[in-house]
């Protein structure tokens, strides 16, 4: 099955979606998605497939701030240790940050926090896996591959949007 990408402008730029019929398998934040595709790859000009309209829908229900977690069909391509620090992402809480050692001491390797850090920095799905939420042990914003502004502005919305609907109003 051959991957299709679809650019789509949002809130923080231009993200462009990757995969096929079935699964999503990649998000590339503004920075990447700037790039040009990758050669094997078509863009879909027609009606986008299953999977990568599924996650335009849900991605501008978040933007809107009426999507706390995604219900997607996902293809990451990773190593055993990436898929897990990957997995352990999507529990992080909407709205929550924690550190690259609580991330570390999460999955049972209390002392990894930099290859949790190295793997958190290859998630191909931001956003979708929330590699976000995770910020430094001194609370600062670290390393993001759409870079700190974008990190902080999904922080941000995940704030206000949580603030706002603590109540659990339009949570999903």
Sequence with gaps: MSKTYHDFDTPIGILRLVGDERHLERIDLPNAAARAPDAEWCEERRALP??????????AEYFDG???DFDLPLAPDGTPF???VWEELRRITYGETI???EL???IGKPTASR???AANGRNPLSIVVPCHRVIGADGTLTGFGGGLPVKQALLDLESRVAGARSWGGGRR
């Design 50 to 59: 299953a999977a990568l309209d599924a996650a335009k829908r849900q991605l």
């Design 115 to 117: 290859a949790v850090g």
């Design 99 to 101: 550190s690259y050692g």
């Design 66 to 68: 009426d999507r706390r």
């Design 104 to 106: 570390a001491r999460r």
């Design 82 to 84: 990436q898929l897990r």
